[in-house]
């Protein structure tokens, strides 16, 4: 059974610093993908990611997979407030399996 | 382009009632999805339809059904309703394929008291 696990649940950042949001998951799956929802709203996708060593960067995100280690990362530079919303990855082919999210909160 | 759409947005249902979500997609995607979501667990799949015709059973399908009425809708019921479904509903759309994401309706918030 496949299952996912983000860490952490829970990041307060202040503006202008980096960090990464992890995602491990536990069974070989050939997608992975990455998405923002805002409170009350529904998902937004930001990435898919297809293949090991795959980088995508889009704005001050950039999402990596290394299929080996079963891993992925959201890195997040120089925080904006605008970033602040809950941060889901999801894996699977045509059953996505998701983590439980990351709130993300950046203070001015 | 609507996407995906969903109604009702909100229900508030007495235990024991009876409700039909309805999905409808203009995107012609084959496959659609049915997810709840609960706070810290993420999404949890209910159902999905990998093609018109088909349905299967998700993760956590106990206390619904599905109906995927043609290509484009694919309803989610609650035959009697328990306050354990309270829950925001998402339905989901995809062309299978490997680039191909999923694309997400806007929701249904849904308390049974």
């Known amino acids: 059974e496949l299952k996912v696990e983000q860490n952490p649940l829970f990041l307060s950042m202040q503006e202008g610093k980096n960090y990464t949001i992890y995602c491990n998951y536990s069974t070989t799956s050939d997608r992975l993908y990455w998405y923002r929802q805002d409170p009350g709203k529904s998902l937004e996708s930001l990435f898919v990611l297809l293949s090991n060593g795959a980088v995508k960067q889009e704005g001050r995100l950039m999402a990596s997979l290394d299929t080996k280690a079963r891993l992925s990362t959201l890195h997040i530079t120089a925080a904006v407030h605008d970033l602040s919303a809950t941060y889901f990855c999801?894996?699977?082919?045509?059953?996505?399996?998701f983590g439980a999210g990351t709130i993300l909160r950046v203070k001015s | 382009n609507a996407g995906v759409t969903q109604t009702p947005k909100f229900q508030v249902l007495k235990t024991g009632q009876s409700m039909t979500l309805q999905c409808a997609q203009d995107?012609?995607?084959?496959?659609m999805y049915w997810y709840r979501q609960d706070p810290g667990m993420g999404l949890r799949l209910i159902y999905y339809?990998?093609?018109?015709?088909?349905?299967d059973k998700g993760e956590v399908p106990n206390g619904y059904n599905v109906s995927r009425l043609n290509k484009r809708e694919f309803s989610l019921r609650l035959e009697s309703a328990a306050p354990s479904q309270t829950s925001v509903y998402f339905c989901?759309?995809?062309?299978?394929?490997?680039?191909?994401?999923?694309?997400f309706g806007s929701g249904t918030r849904l308390t049974v008291v």
């Open positions: 995107m012609n995607h084959n496959s």
């Open positions: 999801a894996v699977g082919g045509n059953k996505l399996v």
């Open positions: 339809s990998a093609s018109e015709g088909t349905t």
């Open positions: 989901a759309s995809r062309m299978t394929g490997l680039d191909y994401g999923y694309t």
